[in-house]
């Protein structure tokens, strides 16, 4: 059973940065693609970052240029760098792992077998 931690998540004005991290329990986490996901209240779940085992990355258009994804391998531990932050950010952010071939972007949920329990970012104006 893979078990996947979420934390980092905070409350912060606009234009602040926030880092979260995803801990993983899992053998062979390097064979995983991994991915944030993120939730506003009222909203679908929608895809904000993706990571290919081989490292190439995606990016929604609306983090593209403030967030960035990495992965630490030797940790279990996949990364979400967020910089710029906007009050449309507020949403609870989630990890998942699954496997794809490296031409899907890596956004359908449905690629994913494993979730995290979620943490709450939240941006004020």
């Known amino acids: 059973q893979v078990r996947l931690v979420e934390s980092g998540g905070d409350s912060v004005q606009a234009g602040g940065s926030l880092r979260l991290s995803c801990v993983a329990s899992?053998?062979?986490?390097?064979?995983?693609?991994l991915g944030w996901f993120r939730q506003a209240p009222g909203k679908e779940r929608e895809g904000v970052a993706s990571?290919?085992?081989?490292?190439?990355?995606n990016y929604a258009d609306s983090v593209k240029g403030r967030f960035t994804i990495s992965r630490d391998n030797a940790r279990n531990t996949l990364y979400l760098e967020m910089n710029s932050l906007k009050p449309e950010d507020t949403a609870m952010y989630y990890c998942g792992a699954g496997q794809w071939p490296a031409w899907r972007d890596g956004f359908l949920m449905a690629l994913y077998n494993f979730w995290g329990q979620g943490t709450q970012v939240t941006v004020s104006s």
């Open positions: 899992v053998n062979s986490y390097s064979n995983y693609c």
């Open positions: 990571i290919h085992f081989d490292g190439s990355t």
